[in-house]
């Protein structure tokens, strides 16, 4: 197979920026060349406004000949189409929230807009982020760059594709039970979900308060600290977030590999893993442990256990949120949605609210295990090759609750958890399609698994890898 | 819970949600699974608590200083 060309980086767009070798106009000019080429085959964009995208290049180019200064000057990003808008609508993938207009900036936007990024449009989603495949009844299923007949993995399904394919430099996702790592798994990117509390989900579409975290897609580990730094800290509008204070996270990605401990799972706590999987999980831990980092073996507790928590909180919450619309425009809700929140009306209040009082202690257990000893934990992140859309095309109830379980099993628990998670790039499969892993660590770690997944990108020298454009 | 779905129905349509007797045998069974692994999870002691705000309070406790 021929060696994928290779797409810029956000870290090496903004030096071309900052040192006037090239204008915003000539970055997002290029990125919506890109989209239109890309738009028809993959469907990453709900919707790009060309006139726009060109005037807010112009007016940064502007403001940086005034002198004018911010962390993402000029760049033309995407967002999956949930953050809530002054006066614009989002769609949150669905047929119901696209008729409501917003009345104030989601924080993440706001700060995205502060730091100078431009955006060319919004991102497909699965439908109000609840589907861990980029399915969508209502704007079409997002397709994988890599080969289109194969899902991107949700929900930030346009996030994944449009960062894969090169229309856009980063975008922002959330995550629910994966939805920022699957989609990165599936499509070759760096995926974080960073600590609960981390970043403000203010005017973020909630699917389940107590579990959603915003966080970036990225083509490497560097582009995602930029993104993370801009977005991260305490924001009064969402009384959860951490008052840590926000380091430069671009500035301190190279924390050393050596003298790391990174610990792998005993056993196989999701089950079989598939061979070629498995064995570029292996490999990137001989990866780490060629860079001087020490490997150990843990015991995991049962994550199918971790599972059914996380679900009672989703489901439970998701119905709370969903309930009016199920109630009176259930002909609105693709069967994907409906039938994965049904649930969340029948699960007792007991059982939410033991849930959620167990959740302290689990993760205190969860660290002691893990993170005793270790800095980071390197754990499978799907157990399959990346599925194709008529193989996850479920129309039952049932069959559709037992596909998002083989999907989502290895990322959810984490989001009953709070835990940073980083989805990890392996390089390409022998059928041409994205492998993965997850880095996990300690709370409010983030610097050590972009400083890991910085090493590992590094060594490998295959970030940015570029899909061809299908015919 | 029984897993025969009619208490899971009745619960249901009380919630002004329309469903089948076939469904809702689904959702028994699917809410029984949670149940049981919340049981597993969760061995509630008796005492204070008053989430989120612990659980906030432990992710801080157990975070690193990733300066």
Not at chain 1, 185 to 198: A, Q
Not at chain 1, 225 to 230: E, G, K, M, S, W
């Amino acid at each position: 197979m021929s060696r994928p060309n290779r797409l810029q980086s956000l870290v090496e767009l903004m030096e071309e920026l900052n040192s006037g070798r090239m204008t915003s106009i000539e970055a997002t000019q290029s990125r919506l060349e890109a989209t239109r080429n890309w738009q028809p085959k993959i469907n990453a964009f709900i919707s790009f406004d060309e006139e726009e995208a060109g005037q807010a290049a112009i007016k940064s180019d502007l403001a940086r000949k005034r002198g004018e200064t911010g962390l993402l000057l000029g760049a033309p990003l995407a967002h999956k189409d949930m953050f809530l808008r002054n006066g614009g609508r989002s769609s949150g993938g669905s047929a119901i929230l696209a008729e409501i207009q917003g009345n104030d900036d989601a924080t993440v936007i706001d700060r995205l807009n502060k730091a100078g990024a431009i955006e060319i449009g919004r991102l497909n989603m699965s439908e109000f982020a609840a589907g861990p495949t980029g399915h969508n009844a209502h704007y079409g299923h997002a397709r994988n760059p890599w080969n289109p007949d194969h899902i991107t993995g949700g929900s930030s399904s346009g996030s994944g594709a449009a960062v894969a394919s090169g229309c856009t430099y980063a975008a922002l996702g959330s995550d629910t039970g994966g939805s920022i790592r699957l989609p990165a798994i599936m499509c070759g990117l760096y995926g974080l979900k960073p600590t609960y509390g981390r970043v403000s989900r203010y005017g973020a579409m909630p699917r389940a308060w107590s579990l959603d975290c915003v966080g970036p897609l990225a083509r490497s580990a560097a582009d995602a600290a930029l993104i993370l730094t801009v977005i991260a800290g305490h924001d009064p509008k969402d009384p959860t977030t951490s008052r840590r204070s926000v380091p430069t996270w671009q500035q301190l990605i190279n924390k050393p590999v050596k003298g790391m401990t990174i610990a792998k799972a005993r056993g196989t706590p999701f089950g079989p893993i598939e061979k070629e999987t498995a064995e570029a999980h292996e490999s990137a831990l001989n990866a780490f442990a060629s860079m001087g980092a020490e490997i150990v073996e843990v015991d995991m507790p049962n994550f199918d256990d971790l599972y059914a928590a996380a679900d009672a909180i989703s489901k439970t919450e998701a119905a709370a949120l969903h309930g009016k619309w199920m109630r009176e425009r259930p002909d609105d809700f693709s069967v994907h949605v409906y039938s994965r929140t049904e649930a969340g009306f029948v699960v007792p209040a007991h059982v939410y609210l033991a849930s959620q009082a167990a959740r302290a202690n689990v993760l205190r257990d969860f660290c002691i295990r893990a993170f005793s000893d270790a800095d980071a934990l390197l754990i499978p992140s799907i157990t399959t090759p990346v599925p194709t859309i008529a193989e996850t095309d479920e129309g039952e109830p049932g069959a559709i609750q037992s596909m998002v379980a083989g999907i989502t099993k290895a990322t959810r628990p984490f989001n009953y958890l709070g835990l940073p998670g980083l989805a990890l790039p392996l390089g390409l499969s022998s059928k041409g399609l994205p492998l993965s892993c997850q880095l996990i660590a300690r709370p409010f770690s983030e610097r050590t698994l972009l400083s890991l997944g910085h090493a590992f990108g590094e060594m490998r020298g295959e970030d940015g890898m570029a899909p061809t454009l299908p015919k | 819970m029984s897993e025969d779905g009619s208490w899971a129905e009745e619960v249901m349509k009380n919630a002004g949600l329309r469903t089948s007797s076939g469904r809702a045998k689904e959702i028994a069974t699917e809410t029984n699974r949670i149940h049981s692994g919340v049981k597993r999870v969760a061995a509630t002691h008796f005492g204070f608590y008053d989430e989120p705000i612990q659980f906030l309070a432990a992710l801080e406790e157990l975070g690193e200083d990733d300066q």
